[in-house]
């Protein structure tokens, strides 16, 4: 080895020490250090509603652009919602939490195209507590729309997956929703 190569190597040995001194903020760990066992796979189905009309709705327009109303998409518009998510169709039906975040009008020329950005704040059994976060693109007229699921909480920790969303009921008189989900999650 000539002198300027072993002198080479000594820097990036240094370079890497250094470097390694200036991360021991982070450190590896074992997965059971966190109860971590085996990845399992959920599948959830629930159905959100998203009342927009009378007297209580779930959902409001919290923002808009100055061309929101003249847009032919709504463009800018923002609505902040709560919405129950409950085990059938009906709005009577067994509640089992929340979808609250936001969704906006996102697209200059296509009509009804979302960007959702929410939790699925859970309340039922096991997973109360829990929470999924949703971060997708939702074009509402399509038959299937398919949002990712970004991670998650509580029982969700260290979650991915992807949600599959299809209109159940839309009146186009009110703007009330009722959409079917089934979401397939990984997590431990
Ligand atoms: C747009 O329309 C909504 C609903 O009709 C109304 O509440 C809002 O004030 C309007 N916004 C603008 C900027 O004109
Ligand atoms: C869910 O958890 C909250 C807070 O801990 C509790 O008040 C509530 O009763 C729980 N709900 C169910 C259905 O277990």
Redesign the pocket.
Known sequence: MSAISLLSALSILSLLLLTGESQDFTKRIPKNSLGLKKEKLSHLHFYFHDIVSGRHPTAV?VA???I??TSSTGFGAVVMIDDPLTVGPEPGSKQVGRAQGIYASASLSEAGTLLMVLNYAFTEGKYNGSTLSILGRNPVFSAVREMPVVGGSGLFRFARGYAQARTHFFDLKTGDAVVEYNVYVFHY
């Open positions: 327009r808009s652009a100055a929101t109303n």
